[in-house]
């Protein structure tokens, strides 16, 4: 009987005992899910934390190409952090002057600089190969040494001394030789040729028997058409066309020996840097490869579009610089640089290193890239 009402409540006994323990899973469970709200409103504190930073640039605001790879950069980081790190880029002069760009970030009075590594010859002479050197690598080679050949550690140890960070943001492609009043049938048409050509190019001219002569770019145009020139380098067709230097130079030559691949860069002062989250830091590395390819692909499209628009339009001549004053060019290159290579240690060791990755990509690139070149226009 006693078994019989016992068993009576065994129904009971277990609805009790599940009630108690759902009650237990279930003060556990919000319990839980509470503290992973916290966890949750705790990461979107962090995440309301905004970085607005200036970006000086050795360009003029919005210049076409050139000017539009520090915009690409900030767009795109604006966007990959959700607005979390905002940049206003300053053209040259509105902050600093162009060639104030590396000492600004450097000094912190901007956190973020763009332009071209060669511009700071004179106070980093190493410099140089971070952009572009006569017979130099092209856009392809250079992103290979840089990011897989050992010429990025060495370029952020080059800049280490001076709190900056380098990082590749755009790349120019092959440049053309330059816009000729002057027409260059042999070797001995260089001889006195007074162009406009800056840097170790300038240099090598030089030795190749012209006259290298600096003037800013914003006295091209009249320079060329008054005859205090002969000629002078820019960049390709997209940036040469909206400078309009086709209206007062009658050849356009090629190939751009001097400037085989120019790599522009992005500059972080290293506290600012620092400050940034790791998930920051990762998209301000992310955005500056964006910028490097992007500027890349606008300029293969652009320029292609451009040289087209000057020949049917504009009535320009085309014309390729001969092979003795390529070849010329090429050997006082090699003079010219194994003795800038003597400035100091550091230019030596990267000489070193960017001369022996020339060496190994090129025997590459002749069965490769300039074979397959050569068989598509057989
Ligand atoms: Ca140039």
Same mark, same amino acid.
């Given at each position: 009987m006693r078994n019989a009402v016992n068993r009576d409540y065994y129904p009971l006994v277990i609805l009790v005992l599940l009630a108690v323990l759902v009650a237990v899973i279930g003060s556990w469970v919000v319990e839980r899910s509470g503290s992973q709200k916290v966890e949750l409103r705790e990461g979107a504190l962090g995440a309301q934390q905004q970085y607005r930073w200036k970006m000086v640039t050795t360009w003029p605001k919005n210049l076409p190409g050139l000017g539009r790879a520090p915009e690409t950069f900030a767009k795109k980081l604006k966007e990959m952090s959700n607005g979390r790190i905002d940049i206003r880029v300053y053209g040259a002069g509105e902050i600093v002057p162009a060639m104030g760009v590396f000492d600004a970030v450097s000094e912190g009075i901007a956190e973020i600089g763009h332009g071209a590594a060669y511009y700071w010859k004179g106070k980093v002479p190493a410099a140089v190969f971070f952009t572009t050197v006569p017979f130099g690598l092209n856009a392809q080679e250079m992103n290979g040494w840089l990011n897989y050949g050992g010429g990025m550690e060495l370029w952020q140890e080059v800049y280490a001394p001076f709190d900056l960070l380098p990082l590749a943001g755009g790349n120019t492609g092959v440049q053309m030789a330059g816009w000729f009043n002057k027409e260059i049938n042999?070797? &001995?048409?260089? &001889?006195g040729l007074k162009m406009r050509i800056p840097g170790i190019g300038g240099e090598v001219l030089n030795q190749a028997g012209g006259t290298a002569v600096t003037i800013p770019g914003g006295e091209l145009y009249t320079s060329l058409q008054t005859g205090v020139i002969d000629a002078t380098e820019w960049v390709a067709p997209y940036n040469d066309l909206a400078l309009g230097l086709h209206e007062v130079a009658q050849y356009y030559y090629y190939p751009g020996w001097h400037e085989p691949g120019s790599t522009l860069e992005v500059i972080v002062n290293k506290q600012a840097y620092e400050s940034l989250p790791q998930d920051l830091q990762a998209m301000v590395r992310a955005s500056a490869t964006f910028a490097n390819q992007d500027m890349l692909d606008e300029y293969t499209a652009r320029n292609n579009a451009a040289l087209k628009d000057m020949i049917d339009n504009h009535g320009v001549q085309l014309r390729r610089l001969p092979d003795d004053v390529l070849r010329k060019l090429k050997q006082s290159s090699e003079i010219v640089l194994d003795e800038y290579a003597k400035s100091d240690p550091m230019t030596a060791k990267v000489y070193q290193s960017f001369k022996a990755f020339k060496e190994s990509v090129t025997q590459y690139h002749h069965i490769s890239e300039q074979a397959y070149i050569n068989a598509r226009d057989l």
């Amino acid at each position: 009987m006693r078994n019989a009402v016992n068993r009576d409540y065994y129904p009971l006994v277990i609805l009790v005992l599940l009630a108690v323990l759902v009650a237990v899973i279930g003060s556990w469970v919000v319990e839980r899910s509470g503290s992973q709200k916290v966890e949750l409103r705790e990461g979107a504190l962090g995440a309301q934390q905004q970085y607005r930073w200036k970006m000086v640039t050795t360009w003029p605001k919005n210049l076409p190409g050139l000017g539009r790879a520090p915009e690409t950069f900030a767009k795109k980081l604006k966007e990959m952090s959700n607005g979390r790190i905002d940049i206003r880029v300053y053209g040259a002069g509105e902050i600093v002057p162009a060639m104030g760009v590396f000492d600004a970030v450097s000094e912190g009075i901007a956190e973020i600089g763009h332009g071209a590594a060669y511009y700071w010859k004179g106070k980093v002479p190493a410099a140089v190969f971070f952009t572009t050197v006569p017979f130099g690598l092209n856009a392809q080679e250079m992103n290979g040494w840089l990011n897989y050949g050992g010429g990025m550690e060495l370029w952020q140890e080059v800049y280490a001394p001076f709190d900056l960070l380098p990082l590749a943001g755009g790349n120019t492609g092959v440049q053309m030789a330059g816009w000729f009043n002057k027409e260059i049938n042999s070797l &001995q048409d260089m &001889q006195g040729l007074k162009m406009r050509i800056p840097g170790i190019g300038g240099e090598v001219l030089n030795q190749a028997g012209g006259t290298a002569v600096t003037i800013p770019g914003g006295e091209l145009y009249t320079s060329l058409q008054t005859g205090v020139i002969d000629a002078t380098e820019w960049v390709a067709p997209y940036n040469d066309l909206a400078l309009g230097l086709h209206e007062v130079a009658q050849y356009y030559y090629y190939p751009g020996w001097h400037e085989p691949g120019s790599t522009l860069e992005v500059i972080v002062n290293k506290q600012a840097y620092e400050s940034l989250p790791q998930d920051l830091q990762a998209m301000v590395r992310a955005s500056a490869t964006f910028a490097n390819q992007d500027m890349l692909d606008e300029y293969t499209a652009r320029n292609n579009a451009a040289l087209k628009d000057m020949i049917d339009n504009h009535g320009v001549q085309l014309r390729r610089l001969p092979d003795d004053v390529l070849r010329k060019l090429k050997q006082s290159s090699e003079i010219v640089l194994d003795e800038y290579a003597k400035s100091d240690p550091m230019t030596a060791k990267v000489y070193q290193s960017f001369k022996a990755f020339k060496e190994s990509v090129t025997q590459y690139h002749h069965i490769s890239e300039q074979a397959y070149i050569n068989a598509r226009d057989l």
